[in-house]
């Protein structure tokens, strides 16, 4: 019996399992009210070799491993909770709504053809639709707290952007010299 494709109108990829964790000395946090914006320079080769368990062979040389770039790691600031990710990187730029009360991680990958920057793209989504998507990844109340005072959030954007972009730089520049990603 064939499978049935995949419906072509579905928001993204829906996997049962959790994002790699951002590696802490790679990060730089902003509070921002009700979230918190933590960015992050990444090399997904070397968080699979840090996070892989003990003992297992995960080929870290296949394709959807190499990649590197920026990420921008949206935390509730009273849950604590990872809501959104942007993974602003080099080949697939790809994003994250993290709806941890299901257990979910739906990734949807960005059209840069389309849109271009994946840096500025997210930063867009920032400004412009920050709470609707928090919404649609189940975290109603930081929503409606950054509805009731998105001027917090807003003053922060310009910040999150200048990190992104030294995030950014500093991807490259391990992947072109094996130098290390701390900030």
Same mark, same amino acid.
């Given at each position: *019996?064939a499978?049935?494709p995949p419906?072509?109108?579905?928001?993204?990829?829906r996997?049962?399992?959790?994002?790699? !964790?951002?590696?802490p000395?790679h990060?730089i946090?902003? &509070?921002a009210g009700?979230?918190?914006?933590?960015v992050e320079a990444?090399d997904?080769?070397?968080?699979?070799?840090?996070?892989?368990?003990a003992?297992?062979e995960? &080929?870290?040389d296949?394709v959807?491993?190499?990649?590197?770039?920026?990420?921008?790691?949206?935390?509730g #600031?009273?849950?604590?909770?990872?809501?959104?990710?942007?993974?602003?990187f080099?080949?697939? !730029?790809?994003?994250?709504?993290?709806?941890?009360?299901?257990?979910?991680?739906?990734?949807?990958?960005?059209?840069?053809i389309?849109?271009?920057? !994946?840096?500025?793209?997210?930063?867009?989504?920032?400004q412009?639709?920050?709470p609707? *998507?928090? &919404?649609y990844?189940g975290?109603a109340?930081? #929503?409606?707290?950054?509805?009731?005072?998105?001027?917090?959030? @807003?003053?922060a954007?310009?910040?999150v952007h200048?990190?992104?972009v030294?995030?950014?730089?500093?991807?490259?520049?391990? @992947?072109a010299t094996?130098?290390?990603?701390? !900030?």
């Open positions: *019996m499978e049935t419906y072509p109108y579905n928001i993204g990829i996997y049962p399992v959790m994002p790699v !964790p951002p590696t000395e990060c946090s902003i &509070d009700a979230v918190r914006f933590v990444r997904l080769i070397e968080e699979v070799k840090r996070n892989r368990p003992g297992s995960v &080929d870290v296949a959807q491993f190499n990649d590197f770039g920026a990420s921008l790691h949206v935390y #600031a009273d849950d604590g909770i990872e809501h959104l990710r942007f993974d602003c080099e080949k697939e !730029p790809h994003y994250h709504y993290i709806k941890a009360d299901e257990s979910a991680n739906v990734i949807c990958r960005l059209d840069d389309a849109e271009s920057d !994946p840096i500025e793209w997210t930063v867009t989504r920032l412009k639709r920050l609707e *998507m928090l &919404d990844a975290a109340e930081v #929503a409606a707290a950054v509805r009731r005072d998105p001027t917090v959030v @807003r003053g954007v310009d910040q200048e990190l992104l030294e995030a950014q730089r500093r991807a490259h520049a391990r @992947r094996g130098a290390t990603l701390a !900030p």
